[in-house]
């Protein structure tokens, strides 16, 4: 499909296919009043679900309006087709204060996040009000919705980081090809997949019964920047890039045998009585038998935002997570990768940010309204 609907039981942008290209998008909520935020997601919801749509973000569109005031929309999309654009909102903790009377709405699983130890965060990175996923086939018409929406809120809230991505790391669907990530390997073999209802159910969608009634439908979102230092990275031997990740280069084959969709075997030993999947390698640190079970949803892109002034690639991967519950979801994984994936040697976290991303609106309502009642 090259549109997918806006209002709905859940939010597109989650188990819906994977785009090939991202900007996503921190704000943080001027000094504005509850009335105001309500009338801001009013105004982003009706906006969302047009351009969605494929229309323009306001009635008018970007040469029909009033000629003395501003095109209700800025225009570059006129021409393109949507490519599957999906908007998805979250809302992050510090959301949740006496300001917006939201304290006692916050919802139980919406942690902070823990200090990893592998993190070298930069707090112009870190954190936001809300959160603005969109995705499209177009970066064109990724990067329209996000200024759109920003202009809609101009003097209600604020960009505080913004990135763009392209590439899709993972597939969330069975019919998606697995892509590369920049160290050249397939990812997202064992993504959960939209197909897996009872997965995605049992690990995505937050339930009434979790503890906070008004989230129900809806998700949790976990994004980190992850740089990667490509220079290293491709001086290094082939056997150890497999070994760090614990499956080949070219097929994505665990290194315990098989295809790309073969199980991995831990157990599986080489000669040297040493296991053929390291224990250290990232699949085996981040794999569900290593967490009681736990899974996630990965949906996130390659970025390459120019050089450092050394002359390197400013690259990597933004990773994006959907997941139930991040206490018992990502935060043993990102432990566990942190303390010990064989990977660290080549990456560097410096972007991290939490939100609890709302159940998708009736037409007849907006997103978020939930926590108002
Ligand atoms: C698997 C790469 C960061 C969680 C994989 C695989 C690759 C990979 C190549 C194997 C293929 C697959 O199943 O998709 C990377 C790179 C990262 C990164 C390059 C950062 C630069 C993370 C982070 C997390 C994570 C931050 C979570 C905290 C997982 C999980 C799997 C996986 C859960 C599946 C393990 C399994 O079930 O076999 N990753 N990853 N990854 N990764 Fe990552």
Redesign the pocket.
């Known amino acids: 499909a090259s549109t997918y609907p806006f209002f709905g039981e859940h939010q597109s942008g989650i188990i819906t296919p994977a785009q090939d290209r991202l900007h996503f998008a921190a704000f943080d909520v001027n000094d504005i009043s509850r009335d105001e935020l309500i009338e801001l997601l009013r105004d982003w919801s009706y906006a969302a679900a047009r351009m969605t749509a494929g229309q323009a973000a306001g009635e008018y569109g970007p040469a029909g309006g009033p000629y003395d005031a501003p095109p209700d929309d800025t225009g570059e999309a006129l021409d393109l087709p949507p490519g599957g654009l999906t908007i998805t909102f979250g809302f992050g903790p510090s959301l949740f204060d006496d300001r917006f009377g939201l304290a006692s709405k916050r919802p139980t699983a919406l942690i902070d996040l823990p200090k990893f130890p592998s993190d070298a965060l930069l707090p112009e990175l870190v954190g936001g009000d809300i959160c603005i996923q969109a995705c499209s086939d177009d970066p064109q018409v990724a990067v329209h919705a996000i200024r759109n929406l920003s202009r809609i809120a101009f003097g209600r809230a604020t960009l505080r980081w913004s990135q763009l991505g392209f590439g899709r790391?993972?597939s969330t669907t069975q019919a998606q090809t697995?892509p590369r990530?920049?160290?050249g390997?397939?990812?997202?073999?064992?993504?959960l997949r939209a197909e897996d209802t009872e997965g995605v159910n049992e690990h995505v969608w937050a339930a009434s019964g979790d503890g906070t009634a008004w989230m129900a439908g809806g998700s949790y979102l976990?994004s980190?920047k992850?740089r990667?230092t490509i220079e290293t990275w491709d001086r290094t031997s082939l056997r150890e890039q497999e070994t760090i990740?614990?499956?080949t280069k070219g097929e994505?084959a665990?290194l315990s045998g098989g295809g790309e969709f073969t199980d991995?075997d831990f157990e599986q030993t080489g000669r040297d009585d040493a296991p053929l999947i390291d224990d250290a390698s990232?699949?085996k640190l981040?794999?569900?038998d290593t967490h009681g079970g736990a899974?996630?949803l990965?949906r996130?892109y390659n970025f390459v935002d120019g050089n450092d002034e050394l002359g390197r690639l400013n690259a990597?991967?933004f990773?994006i997570?959907f997941q139930r519950d991040p206490e018992t979801q990502?935060v043993p994984?990102?432990l566990a990768?942190s303390r010990n994936d064989l990977?660290n040697e080549?990456?560097r976290?410096v972007g991290s940010a939490i939100f609890a991303v709302p159940p998708g609106a009736s037409s007849s309502s907006f997103i978020g309204a939930g926590m108002f009642d």
């Open positions: 790391t993972s697995t990530n920049l160290f390997f397939k990812d997202g073999t064992a993504n976990v980190r992850i990667m990740f614990g499956r994505g665990p991995p990232h699949v981040a794999h569900p899974q996630i990965r996130g990597g991967l990773f997570s990502f994984i990102q990768l990977m080549y990456v976290y």
